[in-house]
């Protein structure tokens, strides 16, 4: 099942609606963490095999191996130096692509994507790196996610 530039780009949207999903979910007194778990499961291939999880703000546990570790990065849990990256609150995030490679059953995307501080309004700039594959039903999911903080040369 050969994946489209278009399901990347609408995976990265879903994906985004997601960490906003989760805020909104945090600030509304809701279940987030329950929406955090539904999204992990839903957008990422933990179920289908390896995924290599990178998340930005992590420095003890920098890799993210496991579904449960991938949902305490976004809402707390099993990390101390889990704050809850989803729980900011965000109110938007954009992908800016700098490419998508698609091979005959994968892709990866690299760029930029921006979250929007809801309380503020100021935009946060992170780089990124995600892969795809395809589930057996069709559906897009993570196999790679790997975000950093922008190079800032000290002088």
């Known amino acids: 099942m050969r994946i489209t530039e278009s399901e990347v780009i609408l995976a990265q949207k ?3 609606d997601a960490i906003v999903a989760i805020g909104k979910a945090y600030t509304e007194g809701k279940d987030y963490k329950a929406v955090a778990r539904n999204a992990v499961d839903t957008m990422y291939a933990y179920d289908e095999g390896r995924v290599l999880f990178k998340p930005t703000k992590a420095a003890h546990k ?3 191996l496991t579904e449960d570790e991938a949902v305490s990065y976004f809402v707390t849990g099993l990390e101390s130096e889990d704050h809850g990256f989803a729980l900011q609150p965000w109110s938007k995030v954009r992908f800016e692509n700098s490419g998508i490679i698609i091979d005959e059953d994968s892709a990866t995307a690299m760029g930029e994507y921006y979250f929007t501080d809801a309380k503020t309004g ?3 700039n992170v780089e990124y790196t995600f892969g795809y594959i395809k589930d057996n039903n069709g559906k897009l999911l993570i196999n790679l996610h790997h ?4 190079y800032i040369p000290s002088h």
Do not use: I, L
Request: glycine share 8%.
């Open 14 to 16: 879903e994906w985004g």
């Open 62 to 64: 920098q890799f993210r």
């Open 122 to 124: 100021k935009e946060v």
């Open 147 to 150: 975000s950093s903080m922008p």
